[in-house]
């Protein structure tokens, strides 16, 4: 599998890891850990040895996992886990077939940076999948491989139900109040306010490019800049578009 940045890397497809019983403790728990609360594999319905086995499967030095999820536009969010042995880690990317380099959106490691989704746009590309285009398409399974990235401070009342409900068909036997621990305090960085930009020219151009939210987290690689650089202003239309933050072009 080849992904532009990682030539050299063991990447693997990694949806079919999603199979494995303990998938989304191990993937999850660190994120349900809260001052009052340190998680355990019986939270989310499984037992330690499910949960161990899907842990050395996401962080095999040998096969780095690959989640891959297309939405409109031929967009896709992927959620690659980088295996190095002294600094393993996850990083959140958007990717398009016509642009010079990935969006990125957070990294979960030693070299952290986030968030880098707010829920509107968390819950949007879950809703919105392109089922021509290989990669995760049940909209409860996007949600949770992008929940690590989100951070925001405007949340709707009912997050923790459709969390609730994602968790649910994904087999997950939730307890404790699940749902609400993996909104609470992100262990990583704070919640953020996401707005629109001002219609000022941005890096020069006589033309701003609107629609993409800012994010004002200041360790957020969306932090008064362009999710993705080096695109045109008609690439940002349809990127925006795709994440629900502004009309059609």
Known sequence: MLIKGFENAPLTEGEDLL???G???AYLMWLSRTEEYDPVPEWFGVDG???DAACD???DED???VFRIPFAGDHTAVVLGYNLPDDPGTEYFITHPEWGRHGHLATVGGHQAGPGLSWRELTHIARTPDLNA???HAEYARLLLLLPAL???AMPEDAADILGDALAQAGVQATLGLAGALLAEHPLWEPAEWTLPAASPLSGSQEPFLGILHCDGSASPRCGTRLAQGITREQSDRLAHTLGTWPAA
């Open 19 to 21: 199979a494995l019983p």
């Open 23 to 25: 998938f989304w403790a």
């Open 49 to 51: 040895a499910d949960a």
């Open 57 to 59: 499967a996401l962080s």
């Open 63 to 65: 096969r780095w996992p």
């Open 134 to 136: 290989p990669g995760v």
């Open 151 to 153: 951070g925001d401070q």
